[in-house]
C-alpha cells in the first residue's frame, strides 16, 4: 500500500513554456497532497499543501500565479509551472497522506526532474 | 520557529557496524516522528515513525525517542554499503500536518 506515482518523471521544455506534473495516490485516497521542490545538494523545500476540492496553501515566498496547483479528486493533484525560466529548473516531488485515516505519515512520489532551457 | 536538527555529516561507518543517525527538534509539543532515507537523486522513502518515547523496531532498524531530552534517532545496524544514503528527520510539530524536515544526515558505509 501507499504507492504514490508521479508523471512525468523527467522533462525538458523551452523557457516561456507551461509545464505540468501529475501526482497521483494509486491505492489510497489522499485527503492532502503536498508538493516539494529540491535543488542539487539542498533540502526538501514545501512549496504547497493542496486539499482536494480547495484551493491550495502555498508556502512563504512561493508564486501562486506561477506553481498553478489542482487536486480535483483524491487520487490526483496536478503542478503547472507556468512560463518556466532556466531558475525553476529543479527536483519536484509530490506527498500524499491520509493513508486509513493518518494525515501525518506522507508517502512521496518518485519525483519529476524538469529543465528549462 | 519549529525547527529539526541533524548533524550533515557524512558519516561513515564499516560495513557491518551499527550507524547511529541523530535529530533533535525544538517544539515541545512534536508528537511524532518520521525517518526517511533519500538515495541520491531519488525522493525520500519512509523508513519508521515513532509516537511513543522509547524503542521502535523494524528489522535492521530502530527509532529511539526521548521527548524530555527532545532528540530522536534512528540506528541501523549491520550497517550494508546499500544503506549509503541521506537520512531525512521530520515532525509535523503542533497542529500542523506539514512536516517540518531536518536537512539530512548522510551516512556511507564502507565496504
Not at chain 1, 509551472?81 to 519536484?92: L, R
Request: proline content about 4%.
Amino acid at each position: 500500500g501507499a504507492v504514490v506515482s508521479q508523471h512525468p518523471s523527467r522533462v525538458i521544455c523551452k523557457s516561456g513554456t507551461s509545464v505540468k506534473i501529475e501526482c497521483r495516490s494509486l491505492d489510497f485516497q489522499a485527503t492532502t497532497m503536498f508538493w516539494y521542490r529540491q535543488f542539487p545538494k539542498q533540502s526538501l523545500m514545501l512549496m504547497a499543501t493542496s486539499n482536494e476540492g480547495s484551493k491550495a496553501t502555498y508556502e512563504q515566498g512561493v508564486e501562486k500565479d506561477k506553481f498553478l496547483i489542482n487536486h480535483a479528486s483524491l487520487t490526483l493533484s496536478t503542478l503547472t509551472v507556468t512560463s518556466a525560466h532556466p531558475e525553476d529548473s529543479s527536483f519536484y516531488i509530490c506527498s500524499a497522506s491520509g493513508l486509513a485515516g493518518d494525515q501525518e505519515t506522507q508517502y512521496f512520489g518518485p519525483g519529476t526532474r524538469l529543465l528549462v532551457l | 520557529q519549529k525547527e529539526v536538527e541533524q548533524n550533515s555529516g557524512p558519516l561513515s561507518v564499516p560495513e557491518g557496524a551499527i550507524a547511529s543517525l541523530n535529530c533533535t527538534y525544538s517544539d515541545r509539543g512534536s508528537q511524532s516522528f518520521f525517518w526517511y532515507r533519500q538515495y541520491s537523486g531519488k525522493s525520500p522513502e519512509l523508513i519508521m515513525f515513532i509516537y511513543s518515547n522509547g524503542d521502535k523496531e523494524d528489522g535492521r532498524f530502530t527509532a529511539q525517542l526521548n521527548k524530555a531530552s527532545q532528540y530522536v534517532s534512528l540506528l541501523i545496524r549491520d550497517s550494508q554499503p546499500s544503506d549509503s544514503a541521506t537520512y531525512l528527520c521530520a515532525s509535523p510539530g503542533t497542529g500542523s500536518y506539514k512536516l517540518i524536515f531536518g536537512s539530512g544526515t548522510r551516512l556511507l558505509v564502507r565496504p
